[in-house]
């Protein structure tokens, strides 16, 4: 696996975060070969010079806030157990967030909006999600993205999107077996996920589905694969959390609806969802 092109030699604090991260690579439920070593082959990618050098930078500058940290600076892989039967997918890593902490939606706003929704209804150990090794679980649920490399700005470009797209076709045929719905956080994911989804042996209806907040589109099986219901959210991004255009009930309701499509609540979401209901 490549270290940081560039950056300064690897000390203590480093190793202990590419150990906080590498940790999370063997979930349970993947056989030898599986997801495991597919998201450490996406930690050494380096295909996208653009997003190197960027992802690399930052890392190297850091921010004031973390000078203390050792940023990850490499390909952020998927997060959860690889018998997922709910698939997160988002847009990239944030470059303070994941690429500094090595974990999907951890360290950065977008998370502390994502979390506390995750663990009220029922699908997170903890609300919060701070660094690699803070003990956080995800009970049947995974998140990936279509991107792995903090972009500038946010913002990939649709041939890195492309190139990446690989990555989370491979992805989805690891987890085929067992996954039954997904949510995709914003349109840049939905773009990025309805060709992953044909790639990968599911049936995406033409026209394709347009994004919106609430939509549900249910892709019929290839061979041998279940049918997979994909549901559309408002991405976590501050621009929509900070306006209200997405609430926590809303991302709430949506998650919900996915995880019992999942099989995930098959009595009926938690009592912890009911409660939080009005926010």
């Given at each position: 696996?490549?270290?940081?092109?560039?950056?300064?030699?690897?000390?203590?604090?480093?190793?202990?975060?590419?150990?906080?991260?590498?940790?999370?690579?063997d979930e349970p439920g993947g056989p030898p070969g599986g997801l495991g070593e597919l998201d450490e082959r996406?930690?050494?990618?380096?295909?996208?010079?653009?997003?190197?050098?960027?992802?690399?930078?930052?890392?190297?500058?850091?921010?004031?806030?973390?000078?203390?940290?050792?940023?990850?600076?490499?390909?952020?892989?998927?997060?959860?157990?690889?018998?997922?039967?709910?698939?997160l997918i988002g847009l990239a890593p944030a470059a303070h967030g994941a690429n500094r902490t090595g974990r999907m939606f951890t360290g950065d706003r977008s998370g502390e909006f994502l979390y506390p929704a995750l663990y009220d209804v029922g699908l997170a150990s903890r609300p919060t999600a701070v660094s690699a090794d803070d003990g956080l679980t995800l009970y049947g649920t995974r998140?990936?993205?279509?991107?792995?490399?903090?972009?500038?700005?946010?913002?990939?470009?649709?041939?890195?999107?492309?190139?990446?797209?690989?990555?989370?076709?491979s992805e989805l045929k690891l987890l085929a077996p067992t996954l039954r719905a997904v949510v995709v956080l914003g349109g840049f994911g939905w773009q990025a996920a309805l060709p992953a989804f044909a790639a990968a042996g599911w049936r995406v209806p033409k026209p394709r589905p347009a994004f919106g907040h609430g939509a549900r589109v249910t892709l019929e099986g290839g061979p041998g694969q279940e049918a997979l219901d994909v549901f559309g959210c408002f991405h976590v991004s501050q621009r929509n959390t900070f306006t209200g255009r997405l609430t926590p009930g809303m991302l709430r309701d949506v998650l919900s609806a996915a995880a019992f499509e999942a099989g995930l609540y098959p009595d009926g979401p938690p009592g912890r969802a009911e409660a939080g209901a009005g926010s």
């Open positions: 696996m490549d270290g940081l092109s560039g950056l300064d030699e690897p000390n203590e604090p480093d190793e202990r975060n590419e150990l906080r991260v590498l940790n999370q690579l996406i930690t050494g990618c380096r295909a996208c010079p653009r997003l190197v050098d960027w992802r690399e930078e930052v890392a190297r500058t850091k921010r004031a806030a973390f000078a203390d940290w050792t940023y990850w600076g490499r390909p952020v892989p998927g997060f959860g157990p690889h018998d997922a039967s709910l698939l998140i990936t993205s279509p991107v792995h490399c903090a972009p500038p700005e946010n913002k990939p470009t649709t041939g890195e999107r492309d190139t990446c797209r690989s990555w989370l076709v």
